[in-house]
């Protein structure tokens, strides 16, 4: 089957602009996240998506980050007023189960190839 | 604070030898999933391998091995046979909890496998 999708794979831009980033999750996972990835780190959690809810937003860096998910499917994180250090990979990914609290996850997250984002 | 411990930036392997990658965490779970993931220079983040805490036994994926010291919180990788291919990041993760299972990631350890 089909599995995480991402566009744009790049995206360039210039500081101040607002970008809109799209995530398309593996159909049927009801588990979203957003995740950064600056050059050379590891990933950043950024936000989680159960069905078209947020329950965690924690990580989200500031509020000119926001991010919202439709139809239990696609998600869009948008960057208002980028700044340079903005500039990261974007990457998307999707779990089946939704999880319970106090529970272990018993379900694998599932990438996507990620956006590229550069703020000029 | 949930944290992951990737205490080699860059190793190198010889293709066909045997590398260890290592990783540390802290968790106050007791139950829980921990995860290798490999990315290539295409981004992809690929799924290595996964091991459950309250198994004993250690995960095995063909030629991909883990070495899970519970009490320690260790979770190191073992790969053998080394081949091109696997030349990437890797990154050791946990899920955080709190009800989300967002992954914690360490930083990350740069393998490339030589010919």
């Known amino acids: 089957g089909a599995g995480v999708s991402q566009s744009p794979s790049n995206k360039v831009t210039e500081k101040g602009k607002d970008v809109e980033l799209r995530c398309d999750p593996i159909?049927?996972?009801?588990?979203l996240y957003w995740y950064r990835q600056r050059l050379g780190q590891g990933l950043e959690f950024l936000i989680y998506f159960q069905g078209n809810s947020a329950p965690d937003k924690s990580g989200l860096p500031s509020d000119r980050f926001s991010a919202e998910r439709t139809g239990e499917s696609v998600s869009t994180l948008t960057i208002q007023r980028t700044q340079q250090e903005d500039s990261a990979v974007y990457l998307c990914?999707?779990?089946?189960?939704?999880?319970?609290?106090?529970?272990?996850?018993?379900?694998?997250?599932?990438f996507g190839p990620g956006t590229r984002l550069t703020v000029l | 604070a949930q944290t992951v411990t990737q205490s080699q930036p860059e190793m190198s392997v010889q293709e066909a030898e045997t590398v260890t990658l290592s990783c540390t965490y802290d968790t106050s779970e007791n139950n829980y999933y921990l995860f290798w993931y490999k990315q290539p220079p295409s981004r992809q983040m690929i799924l290595v391998i996964r091991q459950e805490a309250y198994k004993q036994q250690n995960a095995t994926e063909n030629r991909f091995s883990v070495n899970f010291q519970k009490a320690a919180k260790s979770f190191s990788l073992k790969i053998s046979d080394s081949q091109l291919g696997d030349t990437a990041m890797y990154f050791c993760a946990y899920p955080g909890g709190g009800g989300s299972e967002k992954l914690v990631f360490g930083k990350g350890t740069k393998l490339t496998v030589n010919p």
């Open positions: 159909s049927g996972h009801t588990a």
């Open positions: 990914a999707s779990r089946q189960s939704p999880g319970l609290a106090g529970s272990a996850s018993t379900d694998t997250q599932y």
